[in-house]
């Protein structure tokens, strides 16, 4: 998948701007606050719906103005184009449009648009709890799985209900009906990522060997509750406890992706750099087992590369960028000695205060 183009109205601190860019590498170069982030932020926003950014959507429309909108056209490996739009008001209301139609879930839009991040705070998918890596296996997931997303959507749910009734000390009989509904859905989301982690982990290890070629990374799922039980089982077992602490305290929803390192967590070995390094490793291995699989590309968001990596692991980096053949979108400060790493030429883009300039091609 490739962005044709991009347009925005009132997002962060552009009034407008209206991008067409490279299919494979688009460079932004600009100062500190001149609009960098926001611009790749725009794109993130149509792959997942929300910003990497803290504070909620109200923070995306410029300051002066009530409602941002972000439009791209798309453009498919097999030459199928799509229409994406988000409208947003300060209201609340949300427009989402499909090829000219109004659509109403955000996953409807954020399947077409399979975008990568690496930031500089992506070292937290390593450092931070779990939550982080479930969402990075889930993805994989959602994008490979077509019924991964239904059948998370219920789990969730039911999770819920679930949880008000121990709160609230409800009848136990519908405690045990709620705990079937889990065990049911849970299974099968366990079912999904399990396959997916066993996919992936070729294409893990072999990234890793080319960013950190002295480490010996395993990669495995901890599926949310005792390894070789059946959900059911284990949510009969804890519910005791589940009643005591009034949430439900086993099942997909507590699942983590370990990171060894002879048998060690990678955290606790790593340095600083090297986690930077395993977590570029991870992405791009994302990437290469959704082109496999997908036989399609998806979209590379990468912010502030120059403060993220060292010269030559930036080459390393945008090599393994050129050789998936996904299109890119690197912000950096300084984007000319960026912009030599590549083997062709990427499209060069220039912003201030908020107003963005496409450079000269040579
Ligand atoms: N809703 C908004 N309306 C107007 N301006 C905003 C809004 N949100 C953020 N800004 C401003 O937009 C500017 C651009 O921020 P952005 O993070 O995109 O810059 P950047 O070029 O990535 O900077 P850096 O290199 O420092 O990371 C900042 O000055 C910020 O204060």
Request: aromatic fraction near 8%; proline fraction near 3%.
């Amino acid at each position: 998948m490739r962005l044709n183009a991009l347009k925005t109205n009132n997002f962060r601190n552009f009034k407008r701007f209206d991008l067409e860019p490279s299919p494979s590498a688009n460079l932004i170069g600009g100062v500190n606050g001149s609009g960098k982030t926001s611009l790749i932020e725009a794109i993130y926003l149509l792959g997942f719906g929300r910003s990497f950014r803290p504070g909620g959507y109200k923070q995306l429309i410029n300051h002066n103005e009530s409602e941002f909108t972000v439009f791209c056209e798309a453009l498919s490996d097999v030459g199928e184009v799509v229409k994406l739009g988000v409208r947003r008001t300060s209201d609340g209301e949300t427009q989402l449009r499909l090829n000219g139609d109004t659509v109403h879930r955000l996953s409807e839009i954020a399947r077409h648009i399979p975008v990568q991040l690496f930031t500089p705070e992506s070292v937290e998918l390593i450092l931070s709890g779990p939550s982080l890596r479930r969402q990075f296996m889930d993805w994989g997931v959602f994008h490979v799985e077509h019924s991964f997303y239904e059948l998370w959507v219920a789990y969730t749910k039911s999770l819920k209900q679930r949880n008000h009734l121990l709160r609230s000390k409800g009848d136990p009989r519908q405690d045990s009906f709620w705990r079937a509904q889990l065990a049911r859905l849970g299974q099968d989301i366990n079912e999904l990522r399990t396959r997916y982690i066993q996919e992936i982990e070729n294409f893990i290890t072999k990234s890793a060997t080319f960013f950190l070629p002295d480490v010996k990374l395993e990669v495995s799922l901890k599926q949310g509750w005792e390894q070789n039980s059946d959900l059911s089982e284990a949510l009969e077992k804890h519910t005791e406890r589940d009643r005591r602490y009034g949430h439900t305290s086993v099942g997909p929803h507590k699942a983590d992706l370990k990171l060894l390192i002879d048998g060690i967590d990678a955290k606790l070995v790593l340095s600083r750099g090297q986690l930077k390094l395993l977590v570029a490793s991870l992405k791009l291995a994302q990437a290469a087992h959704y082109n496999a699989k997908k036989d399609s590309s998806c979209i590379f968001l990468v912010d502030d590369i120059t403060s993220e990596l060292d010269e030559a692991n930036q080459k390393k980096f945008i090599t393994a960028l050129e050789q998936l053949g996904c299109q890119s979108f690197i912000t950096a400060i300084d984007s000319e000695p960026v912009a030599r790493l590549f083997k062709q030429n990427p499209r060069m883009f220039h912003v201030e205060h908020g107003i963005l300039k496409q450079q000269t091609e040579n």
